[in-house]
């Protein structure tokens, strides 16, 4: 069986998620700001960036091959959040799949996009006609 | 860089088993190039020769990598060995962490049934706040956010702040159609309704005094 590839995951997930028109950044987990409260070696290596992978948590379950990848990204208000989430979930799917079809137990693998920010500033937006 | 750094580690010429300090290339010191040179070799050579370049490493990609990667992580070492974070500088860091992800509030669906897509209660509170806020006289006090039992739809309750030179239901209902428009049109979420409150007043927009209206304390409704 081949070894599970989470990095490789979690670096297809982000490049994929950058990629899409509208996503600001990508925003680190509460795990990966914990992990960087203890240690800045970012700071030392010249970079206070987290990397991207850092906006991804991609987890394997074994027994049943499944696949969960959570995407946290911060958007630009330019264009409707909802449509961006759409873009970064099937972007995600489509550049890890050749990864996660490389196990020899194939399970269903679940795309989750949180959006847990929206950058910048609409200049003017005249309010519909539609009243709910 | 930090290569003529006295701090740094040993001279080129002293033996490699007896430096005491932390030396980043002692970590892949026995490591071979694909030029031929050891990755320590090609360290102690950019030490010792300091402003003197070595020709081969001069032309030598390989060795010019290395060194790159080598200096970087030189510096990180450094740095970590003389940052040494206390406990409560830790602990502050990790409840700034904390507070950040708490500060997000709970993630609300958006309106998509096929996937799984989430955002955060606080992003959806400024863009509906903001909204509000762009009819003339209104400010958006208070913006909560609830899912209803199928938690496919969200119920929004604002509280607003107006001014009364105008009557308060045409008033309302503007606001209604903003927010309702950003929601759909900004955001993309399913919205089940929007309830209104007003609960202060501001005074009246003067010609010329600022385009922001003031809010009057202690005259809630």
């Known amino acids: 069986m081949t070894a599970v590839d989470t990095t490789g995951v979690e670096r297809a997930a982000a490049q994929a998620a950058l990629a899409v028109a509208g996503v600001a950044e990508l925003q680190p987990s509460l795990r990966q700001c914990l992990a960087d409260a203890a240690i800045r070696a970012r700071q030392a290596l010249g970079s206070c960036a987290p990397p991207p992978e850092a906006g991804i948590r991609a987890e394997y379950t074994p027994r049943t091959g499944a696949w969960h990848v959570e995407v946290r990204c911060a958007v630009n208000d330019d264009r409707r959040a909802l449509d961006i989430a759409r873009d970064v979930h099937d972007y995600v799917r489509a550049a890890v799949s050749p990864h996660v079809t490389r196990n020899a137990i194939q399970g269903p693998v679940t795309i989750v996009v949180s959006v847990t920010r929206i950058t910048g500033r609409r200049p003017s937006l005249n309010p519909g006609t539609t009243d709910l | ?221």
Request: proline fraction near 7%; hydrophobic fraction near 40%; glycine fraction near 6%.
């Open chain 2, 1 to 221: 860089m930090a290569i003529d750094d006295p701090r740094g580690t040993s001279p080129c010429d002293e033996p490699a088993t007896s430096r005491r300090d932390i030396d980043a290339a002692r970590l892949v010191g026995d490591e071979r190039l694909p030029c031929g040179r050891l990755v320590s070799h090609v360290w102690d050579r950019a030490r010792a020769a300091g402003d003197q370049a070595d020709p081969h490493q001069a032309d030598c990609t390989f060795c010019r990598q290395a060194l790159e990667g080598l200096t970087a992580l030189d510096n990180a070492t450094r740095t970590l060995r003389g940052e040494r974070p206390s406990a409560h500088t830790v602990a502050e860091r990790v409840v700034r962490a904390v507070r950040a992800e708490v500060r997000l509030g709970r993630m609300l669906p958006l309106d998509d049934p096929a996937r799984e897509l989430r955002i955060a209660q606080t992003a959806v509170a400024k863009v509906l706040r903001r909204a509000a806020d762009r009819v003339p006289g209104v400010r958006a006090a208070s913006c909560r956010l609830s899912l209803d039992q199928s938690n496919t739809e969200v119920t929004i309750a604002m509280t607003l702040a107006t001014t009364l030179d105008q009557p308060l239901p045409p008033r309302a209902a503007e606001v209604r159609r903003a927010v309702a428009y950003a929601a759909r049109e900004e955001l993309g979420l399913a919205v089940s309704g929007i309830d209104l409150k007003i609960v202060s007043v501001l005074e009246p927009l003067k010609s010329t005094a600022s385009a922001e209206p003031a809010p009057q304390n202690g005259r809630g409704r």
